[in-house]
């Protein structure tokens, strides 16, 4: 599936329709190869050097589209196992949470970069990172598509 490619551009007024329904979905670093996975009992989104399973679990997600577009997909991002969502908590934290598909702080905007997948968040400003083991967000007004940090593979 192709979508609006290149940086985030804040103010931009891009009209393509990039709606995003992916299931089973492994999300890992394209810094340092860490997937993205969630526990059953805690809210904390955490990261590990594991590959890809072969059923759902805490290590796959959903992604899918919960806002209009605005040149790129707005998009949430859900746990297969858990069903929770990664929720920005402040311009540098993340948390899973129940899921809204109306809370700004659950919606991100989806980009493909040179670096790969990146998510950044309007409603704090940020960027989502990864901190070998425990993703964060980077505060910016847009990601940086040169960041490796910021580049997601979605597989």
């Given at each position: ?99 809204d598909s109306k809370d ?52």
């Open positions: 599936m192709a979508f609006a490619a290149g940086a985030l551009v804040l103010g931009g007024t891009g009209t393509a329709n990039a709606s995003v329904n992916w299931d089973f979905k492994f999300i890992q670093s394209n810094h340092d190869g860490y997937g993205l996975y969630n526990n059953y009992g805690s809210y904390v989104l955490q990261s590990a050097l594991t590959q890809k399973p072969t059923s759902p679990s805490i290590n796959t997600w959903r992604i899918v589209s919960v806002a209009p577009d605005t040149g790129y997909p707005n998009v949430q991002i859900r746990n297969d196992a858990t069903g929770r969502c990664v929720r920005a908590m402040s311009s540098s934290s993340v948390q899973m949470k129940s899921c700004p702080y659950e919606i991100w905007a989806m980009t493909d970069s040179p670096v790969g997948y990146q998510f950044f968040n309007f409603g704090v400003r940020s960027c989502l990172d990864e901190g070998n083991g425990r993703p964060y967000l980077f505060h910016e007004e847009g990601c940086n598509p040169g960041n490796r940090y910021q580049g997601w593979a979605v597989r």
